[in-house]
Structures are given as structure tokens and as C-alpha cells.
Nanobody, 119 residues
Framework: VQLQASGGGLVQAGESLRLSCAASGRLLNVNGMAWYRQGPGQQREWVASITSGGSTNYRDSVKGRFTISRDNTKNTGYLQMNDLKPEDTAVYYC??????????????WGQGTQVTVSS
């Protein structure tokens, strides 16, 4: 199973980006998915999460600007980031709880995608 994150880039403050996180390989489906980020010199922090049923949660600093979503038919999650701020600059990681046949649910992490917001 692989978890591939993509969509990062360099943008100016106020602009938008959409991150994607695709799970592939020998899996049945994906339960919860989440996005984390790690800024320069900072610890990794949780950003948003979504259950298999579509319930969402966000850290306070991104509420109203970021939207997490998913397409269960594609085992893919998304993070739409609007009105980006310089403090959103970080490497963004996705995490997914992967269900495989006759095996326990396993947590997978994507490789990270860089988001840089200039002022």
C-alpha cells in the first residue's frame, strides 16, 4: 500500500491550493484520513481530519479557510486551502487508516508535500 500526497507549491498570501492524498495498492478501503503539517523548526501538528462517513474536524487556525474532503471511490482525500497565510507554510502530510483483507487496520503516512506562502 502506498499513500501519495501531491499538490503543494509556492503561492502568495490570499491564494489557494488543493492537496491530494491517494491510497493505492492492495487495500479494501480507507477509514479515517487526516492532514498534518510541520513548519520550519516546528513540531508536526494536526490540521484536519475526516471520517469514512464524512464527518470533519479542523484546528482553529484553519477553520473557515481549509476544507477536507474525500472520494471513497478513489480512496483519495483532499485538502482545499483558501486564503493562505505565510504561517501556513509547512510540509503537509496525509495520514490514512487503511483496511486490508483479513488484516488489522494500519496507519499509513504520505511522503509530504511542501506548501510555501509568501507575503
Amino acid at each position: 500500500v502506498q499513500l501519495q500526497a501531491s499538490g503543494g507549491g509556492l503561492v502568495q498570501a490570499g491564494e489557494s491550493l488543493r492537496l491530494s492524498c491517494a491510497a493505492s495498492g492492495r487495500l479494501l478501503n480507507v477509514n479515517g484520513m487526516a492532514w498534518y503539517r510541520q513548519g520550519p523548526g516546528q513540531q508536526r501538528e494536526w490540521v484536519a481530519s475526516i471520517t469514512s462517513g464524512g464527518s470533519t474536524n479542523y484546528r482553529d487556525s484553519v477553520k473557515g479557510r481549509f476544507t477536507i474532503s474525500r472520494d471513497n471511490t478513489k480512496n483519495t482525500g483532499y485538502l482545499q486551502m483558501n486564503d493562505l497565510k505565510p504561517e501556513d507554510t509547512a510540509v503537509y502530510y496525509c495520514k490514512a487508516m487503511v483496511v486490508r483483507l483479513a488484516r488489522p487496520v494500519v496507519e499509513y503516512w504520505g511522503q509530504g508535500t511542501q506548501v510555501t506562502v509568501s507575503s
